[in-house]
């Protein structure tokens, strides 16, 4: 039992424009830190594409026919909003990001390895059910918990999101979804100013952490022990799903937070220790955000090695 990777090689042909913070390069340097010896362990496999009748447990047919026609057939851009943009290959890339969650949810599920890590993009996590936004075109965690619960029949289904934005999006998609808990830290009055402490949720579980600009790895830690965790535990999930951004770095360029590398490391294994205790070791893992590349790299290597038990 061991942990497996999926990509895909057209995730690096999403083109976003010169110089798109969400760029081919994010991919590239979270790879590149997973060639080490150290990953010789470390399961590869390339990321299927998502079908519509996976897409559709969180979007309609609507939004998922809007974004796929727009995709244009040649070079060149279209912009869904000034930050969502598609280029000839993003439709492919948007459904093979979706694709790997739901592959890594059946290899966990089936026990074929221990968890999963999804080195993909687009991300997914501001994707509303009906609407694309924050770089995102689908939904990539929300589509994976509820094929989670709806293909594999696991009734508490735990989505933790550590990006420093907010994932409006999967906790407008999970919001009514019985049996889902949303969970998430994030920068408060950063993009896209959603995540307050009262945003609680209806037949799903919302938990919202806003911290402070300028938070670091101390405050960070605690805010995550008294509160997130222990929500976490009494939630008592089954399947535990990671929306792993690494845009909380305090090198990163889109936000304020402070954390370290080594928090990352430190915030896996609070989770995999959860996962352990309640889900049987289910745990699949999403990259979300990061935009300096080094920190990425770093991060994204300290959040597997955790993965793999290093």
């Known amino acids: 039992m061991t942990t497996l990777l999926?990509?895909?090689?057209?995730?690096?042909?999403?083109?976003?424009?010169?110089?798109?913070?969400?760029?081919?390069?994010?991919?590239?340097?979270?790879?590149?830190?997973?060639?080490?010896?150290?990953?010789?362990?470390?399961?590869?496999?390339?990321?299927?594409?998502?079908?519509?009748?996976?897409?559709?447990?969180?979007?309609?047919?609507?939004?998922?026919?809007?974004?796929?026609?727009?995709?244009?057939?040649?070079?060149?851009?279209?912009?869904?909003?000034?930050?969502?943009?598609?280029?000839?290959?993003?439709?492919e890339a948007a459904l093979r990001s979706a694709g790997a969650g739901i592959a890594a949810v059946d290899a966990v599920a089936k026990g074929e390895v221990?968890?999963?890590?999804?080195?993909?993009?687009?991300?997914?996590?501001?994707?509303?059910?009906?609407?694309?936004?924050?770089?995102?075109?689908?939904?990539?965690?929300?589509?994976?918990?509820?094929?989670?619960?709806?293909?594999?029949?696991?009734?508490?289904?735990?989505?933790?999101?550590?990006?420093?934005?907010?994932?409006?999006?999967?906790?407008?998609?999970?919001?009514?979804?019985?049996?889902?808990?949303?969970?998430s830290t994030h920068q408060e009055h950063a993009y896209p100013n959603t995540g307050l402490a009262d945003e609680t949720g209806g037949e799903g579980i919302m938990v919202n952490v806003p911290l402070p600009a300028g938070t670091g790895s101390d405050d960070y830690r605690m805010a995550f022990t008294d509160i997130l965790l222990p929500r976490l535990r009494e939630f008592a999930p089954d399947f535990l799903i990671i929306s792993a951004g690494f845009d909380a770095h305090a090198a990163d360029p889109l936000a304020h937070l402070r954390l370290t590398t080594a928090d990352f490391g430190w915030v896996t294994r609070q989770l995999l220790q959860v996962a352990e205790e309640t889900a049987g070791n289910r745990v699949v893992s999403l990259l979300e955000g990061g935009y300096d590349l080094r920190a990425l790299a770093a991060s994204a290597r300290e959040h597997v090695r955790a993965l793999m038990g290093l």
């Open 6 to 91: 999926f990509t895909h090689p057209v995730c690096l042909q999403h083109d976003t424009g010169d110089y798109h913070p969400e760029c081919a390069d994010r991919i590239k340097a979270v790879l590149a830190a997973l060639e080490s010896e150290e990953f010789m362990m470390l399961l590869r496999d390339e990321a299927p594409h998502a079908t519509m009748e996976q897409l559709m447990r969180a979007h309609p047919l609507s939004h998922i026919d809007y974004v796929l026609d727009s995709v244009p057939n040649s070079d060149g851009h279209h912009h869904l909003d000034p930050d969502t943009i598609l280029s000839r290959y993003s439709g």
């Open 114 to 183: 221990r968890n999963c890590f999804c080195a993909t993009r687009p991300p997914g996590h501001h994707a509303e059910r009906d609407n694309a936004m924050g770089f995102c075109f689908f939904n990539n965690a929300a589509i994976a918990a509820l094929h989670a619960r709806d293909a594999h029949g696991y009734k508490r289904v735990a989505i933790v999101d550590i990006d420093v934005h907010h994932g409006n999006g999967t906790q407008h998609i999970l919001w009514d979804e019985p049996g889902m808990l949303y969970a």
